[in-house]
């Protein structure tokens, strides 16, 4: 066998980690096509898997959509929208905005409320009455025009993370980030590397970062079948619709495994 140069060694080493680097060389899935729902599938609390209750989530002009003007009030119609691969280490970007007034009947705390769920249980294993997905939810706010209020934060339905090597009970945290109001488009990314670490990032600031996802917390369905503590290493992406019109038009993911 021909032997290698130590230089010649540290050359391709050198070499491959700056081809690495490069943004061309990362081939970002479209997740949503920007057309219509294929790929995703339904779930809303009440409703049988697969059901778009009163045409919830919809298409409009190149954008995935949660739409309310088919309801007279909302009564706890809480909606999840599921990608059909489930994903463990990848970066995830998404750009979304909050439009209109909310549905009548939602909650105060659903105002411009929506999110991005992460490593979630399949929709599929929902029960028809469950509330949210066992998952760990990166929450996106929109301002009222007046007070503070973050975005990208982290809410945890039936899990927990570490933060500052501590386990969090508390439901949710809320990031660094800035208010913004109005019907502005925001963009958001998320670095996920299975049950190590979770970073995320809004208009290029990384403004929250935790480790260790985990199942636990008051909020687990009292017969989910996986045991408080075990590591949640991969799952299901998974948009949110709670009460509030919001938009999406970009949904991109880049598989890291």
């Known amino acids: ?6 230089l010649a060694i540290v050359i391709l080493i050198l070499t491959a980690s700056c081809t690495g680097r490069k943004t061309s060389d990362e081939k970002w899935i479209p997740l949503f096509n920007g057309k219509n729902l294929d790929g995703w599938e339904i779930k809303i609390k009440g409703s049988p898997l ?3 209750y009163k045409n919830t989530f919809r298409v409009e002009n190149g954008a995935m959509v949660v739409r309310y003007d088919q309801y007279e009030k909302f009564n706890g119609e809480y909606g999840h929208i599921f990608y059909k691969e489930p994903y463990s280490h990848y970066k995830l970007r998404i750009e979304y905005r909050f439009v209109g007034d909310q549905v009548p009947g939602g909650q105060g705390w659903a105002f411009r409320n929506s999110g991005v769920m992460l490593h979630s249980q399949s929709a599929a294993s929902m029960l028809t009455d469950q509330d949210f997905p066992v998952s760990i ?12 209020r973050s ?14 090597d501590q386990l969090v009970t508390q439901h949710c945290i809320n990031s660094s980030s800035k208010t913004y ?3 502005v488009w925001v963009h958001a990314e998320f670095v996920v590397l299975g049950d190590s670490v979770i970073h995320h990032i809004i208009e290029g600031d990384t403004v929250l970062t935790y480790h260790k996802p985990q199942v636990g917390g008051t909020n687990k369905p009292a017969d989910y079948p ?3 503590g075990t590591p949640v290493r991969e799952g299901y992406i998974c948009l949110q619709a709670e009460s509030h019109p919001v938009e999406f038009r970009k949904v991109e993911l880049l598989n890291l495994k």
Not at 1 to 6: D, E, L, P
Not at 137 to 148: I, K, P, S
Not at 151 to 161: E, L, S
């Open 1 to 6: 066998m021909k032997k290698i140069s130590s």
């Open 50 to 52: 697969g059901e778009n």
């Open 137 to 148: 939810e990166a929450q996106f706010l929109g301002g009222d025009g007046v007070a503070d």
């Open 151 to 164: 975005t990208g934060n982290v809410c945890t339905p039936g899990t927990q993370i570490v933060m500052n």
């Open 181 to 183: 109001h109005g019907d």
């Open 226 to 228: 996986v045991p408080d």
